[in-house]
């Protein structure tokens, strides 16, 4: 069976500081792709950040970077200089190749001011 | 770009009552899904299709649940006889069939409270 597990249930962070999201997840496929997806609350899934397992090179956009280690199927996130804006649930989504995203339970990221 | 819309954006019913959401995907994808959130917890897939082919059903989905995307375009998820059970966000999200893998772009969901 194909899981995704975040053990982070709920985050904090100071703004303008970093914080990294964990994620890992099993799967017999080689190859396969990963996707961060932030929800604000009352607000829609929004793509964060993508990575092609195929690729060594970890993904990066702009605050939002990963840091991916396929032999220990670990996919984590690190947001820099985090701004309130970031406030949302994250979720860790991977396709493992059969066309659907497989979510985790998702970790809830509040910034302090 | 419009992005992906669904309607209503609320629904209460009575349990046992029928009701119908619909989604519109961004105009050029050829992929539409359906998701279902309940509170706490990540998106669980439903459903998919490819154009008008309905390619897979998550087990999640029971005989009441019914799926169409007629013409390829916009899609239309039923649910007969609803249970409480049923009360849930379902979300919708459309991606552009490509070699490298495609991203999903979702709605903002309908929710679904079952009385």
């Known amino acids: 069976a194909q899981t995704v597990t975040q053990s982070q249930p709920e985050m904090s962070v100071q703004e303008a500081e970093t914080v990294t999201l964990s994620c890992t997840y099993d799967?017999?496929?080689?190859?396969?792709?990963l996707f961060w997806y932030k929800q604000p609350p009352s607000r829609q899934m929004i793509l964060v950040i993508r990575?092609?397992?195929?690729?060594?090179q970890n993904a990066t956009e702009n605050r939002f970077s990963v840091n991916f280690q396929k032999a220990a199927k670990s996919f984590s996130l690190k947001i820099s200089d985090s701004q309130l804006g970031d406030a949302a649930m994250y979720f860790c989504?991977?396709?493992?190749?059969?066309?659907?995203?497989?979510f985790g339970t998702g970790t809830r990221l509040t910034i302090i001011p | 770009d419009t992005g992906v819309s669904q309607n209503p954006r609320h629904k209460i019913t009575k349990r046992g009552q029928n009701v119908t959401f619909r989604c519109d995907p961004i105009?050029?994808?050829?992929?539409l899904y359906w998701y279902r959130q309940t509170l706490g917890q990540g998106p669980e897939f439903l459903t998919y299709?490819?154009?008008?082919?309905?390619?897979?059903k998550s087990r999640l989905l029971s005989d009441r649940f019914s799926a169409e995307r007629p013409k390829g375009s916009f899609s239309t998820l039923e649910i007969q006889r609803t249970e409480q059970g049923d009360s849930a966000m379902y979300l919708c999200?459309?991606?552009?069939?490509?070699?490298?893998?495609?991203?999903?772009?979702f709605g903002p969901g309908t929710r679904l409270t079952v009385t």
């Open positions: 999200a459309s991606s552009l069939e490509l070699a490298w893998g495609p991203e999903q772009y």
């Open positions: 799967t017999s496929e080689s190859d396969y792709y």
């Open positions: 990575q092609e397992a195929y690729k060594q």
């Open positions: 989504a991977p396709n493992f190749g059969n066309e659907k995203l497989t």
């Open positions: 105009s050029e994808h050829n992929r």
């Open positions: 299709f490819q154009n008008e082919a309905q390619l897979e």
